[in-house]
């Protein structure tokens, strides 16, 4: 697939490209536009890729709320599948992710976590303030399938009172 077409290979940098030539067109061939909606055009091609980004998002968020569930909650009846949800959006994610989203992804990383656990709070129906306002784990961390999620959870799981 390396030697593919760009479309088929990184469908994210395809429109961005895409919409760059588009944009170029406008500017430099106005005759051209008669009878081709270049704004509109411009923007369906951008919502595009923006929708594989947002996808890539809604999975992590996802797998981040379901993380803080089994971790402040390792009782529930609901962990196994909580665990294989994690699993599941982890897996999403990783296989939709491609690094040119990179500069789309990490920076929102931590608004994805804040909302990740303010949704958990509601779920849960706890106070979850004790929780880094920062997301504890880095991009990669979240996308590697292969790291065991008993590392990720130990970042959220209260720690034990001192007894001095």
């Given at each position: ?7 088929d290979r ?8 895409q919409?760059?030539a588009?944009?170029r067109?406008a500017e ?7 009878g081709?909606?270049l704004?509109?055009?411009i923007e369906?091609v951008e919502?595009?890729?923006s929708?594989?980004?947002h996808?890539i ?8 709320q379901?993380l ?6 390792p ?6 599948h909580?665990r294989?949800?994690?699993?599941a959006?982890?897996?999403n ?5 491609l690094?040119?989203?990179r500069?789309?992804?990490?920076p929102r990383?931590?608004?994805t976590w804040?909302?990740?656990r303010?949704a ?11 929780l880094?306002?920062?997301?504890p784990?880095?991009?990669d ?11 990720l959870?130990a970042r959220?799981?209260p720690?034990a009172p001192?007894h001095?």
């Amino acid at each position: 697939m390396r030697d593919g077409p760009l479309h088929d290979r990184d469908f994210y940098t395809w429109t961005r490209q895409q919409v760059a030539a588009l944009r170029r067109l406008a500017e430099t061939h106005a005759n051209l536009t008669e009878g081709l909606d270049l704004p509109n055009l411009i923007e369906e091609v951008e919502d595009f890729g923006s929708e594989q980004v947002h996808k890539i998002e809604s999975n992590l968020r996802r797998l981040m709320q379901r993380l803080i569930y089994v971790a402040l909650a390792p009782e529930a009846r609901s962990v196994r599948h909580w665990r294989g949800e994690i699993i599941a959006f982890r897996h999403n994610a990783a296989n939709r992710y491609l690094a040119s989203m990179r500069q789309e992804v990490e920076p929102r990383l931590d608004r994805t976590w804040r909302v990740a656990r303010r949704a958990a709070a509601e779920t849960l129906g706890r106070d979850l303030r004790h929780l880094p306002e920062t997301c504890p784990f880095t991009l990669d961390e979240l996308l590697d399938e292969d790291a065991p999620l008993d590392q990720l959870l130990a970042r959220l799981t209260p720690e034990a009172p001192d007894h001095a």
